[in-house]
């Protein structure tokens, strides 16, 4: 399977606000990348250390490469550094890249910087950006719910103004007049892109979206769009981020699927109370054992309900939990959210726990190390 000309590496960023499925859709990506024998390196980047997204994908035995500490633009050498890593191990055909959900200004920052330094190692795909239809529903005034602040919208349409490839994920969670009333507005607004509709778990709509990302190419030519900093790094501080890693364990055993699920909507309650909004909350639970098992859950809104991404119902007698959540809220408030609701569930099921990691923060003003501009013709 040929995925580039003259032997370069093909680099396939894949974008998107937080709880778009970014990682489930690259998931499947690279599984079927690899069932037709190619080989496939992933890149997965947040704020902080300690991704449930790099568990669940080295658990399905995929080689990650993890950037801590800011975006791909703003860690544009860790970046490469990644590339370099993963070529020396498994010498990837393909790269998949998932950037941190809340960034944007992608192309200009990533995509043509690699094309104009690193030309003769890649060639770049178009830029996809993934929408969860049910926010994207309520951002464009389709369907009522609790929206995010102006400012956080504003990061959130800069990622679609800016993609060359719009995908409608999830697709199979809303109804067909849904799907049709958003498919049009965002054709209407972000004309430049070609809109897919995809589902993993209906396995629909994924084959002509890889094709594209496989075939077509970032040309360079798109003129760069206008993005005010100033706003986006206010739209990103009002965002908290929290990351956790907890070791539990219990003499009599417990099921890890029902333990994060009742962490989950414990965590979702309270968030809720407060007047926060979660934009995505993840966690793993991995025994440890030699099978590799992890029991994941996902949630990516405040009123929606907790998804059994990773799925392990036996009794396991001790495991290591990660925490990622992300909110519209004070970071010292899903701290304090999460550090009760964490003791008050774990200590009613007759787990132990020891925490050895829980941070909570805002992320820190953008400051791409390169920013290459393209002007109108």
Not at 236 to 250: F, K, M, P, Q, Y
Request: with cysteine; charged share 25%; proline share 4%.
């Amino acid at each position: 399977m040929s995925t580039s000309p003259n032997d370069k590496a093909r680099y396939i960023m894949i974008g998107g606000f937080l709880g778009a499925g970014k990682t489930t859709a690259i998931a499947e990506f690279a599984r079927r990348l690899s069932d037709a024998g190619v080989r496939v390196g992933l890149i997965s980047n947040d704020q902080s250390t300690g991704l449930v997204d790099t568990g669940v994908l080295r658990s399905r035995g995929f080689s990650v490469e993890e950037i801590a500490g800011g975006c791909f633009c703003c860690r544009f050498d860790s970046l490469l550094e990644a590339s370099t890593k993963l070529s020396e191990t498994v010498a990837p055909d393909v790269f998949l890249a998932e950037p941190v959900g809340s960034c944007t200004d992608l192309i200009a920052t990533v995509s043509y910087p690699l094309r104009r330094i690193y030309g003769e190692r890649f060639t770049i795909a178009p830029l996809s950006v993934l929408v969860d239809p049910l926010r994207a529903a309520r951002i464009f005034g389709l369907e009522s719910g609790r929206p995010f602040s102006e400012k956080v919208v504003y990061i959130y349409s800069k990622q679609l103004e800016e993609a060359d490839v719009i995908v409608l994920n999830k697709c199979d969670s809303i109804d067909e007049d849904l799907r049709e009333r958003l498919s049009a507005t965002l054709a209407e607004r972000f004309p430049h892109a070609m809109i897919f509709c995809s589902s993993v778990q209906e396995q629909s709509g994924l084959d002509a979206w890889f094709d594209h990302l496989l075939r077509e190419e970032n040309d360079g030519l798109r003129p760069t769009m206008d993005v005010d900093y100033a706003r986006y790094g206010e739209g990103e501080a009002l965002l908290g981020w929290l990351n956790s890693t907890i070791r539990v364990a219990s003499d009599t055993g417990f099921v890890p699927d029902a333990l994060l699920l009742t962490l989950a909507t414990a965590i979702q309650q309270a968030t809720d109370d407060a007047g926060g909004e979660i934009a995505h909350l993840k966690m793993t639970l991995d025994s440890g054992d030699i099978s590799g098992r992890l029991s994941a859950v996902s949630l990516v809104r405040s009123d929606g309900v907790p998804e059994l991404r990773e799925s392990v119902t036996e009794d396991v007698t001790e495991g290591e939990l990660i925490l990622n959540l992300r909110a519209e809220a004070d970071p010292a408030l899903l701290k304090t959210i999460v550090e009760r609701v964490v003791q008050d569930v774990v200590l009613s099921q007759g787990v132990s726990l020891t925490i050895g990691h829980l941070e909570s923060f805002r992320p820190g003003m953008p400051t791409p190390v390169h920013r290459d501009t393209v002007g109108a013709t």
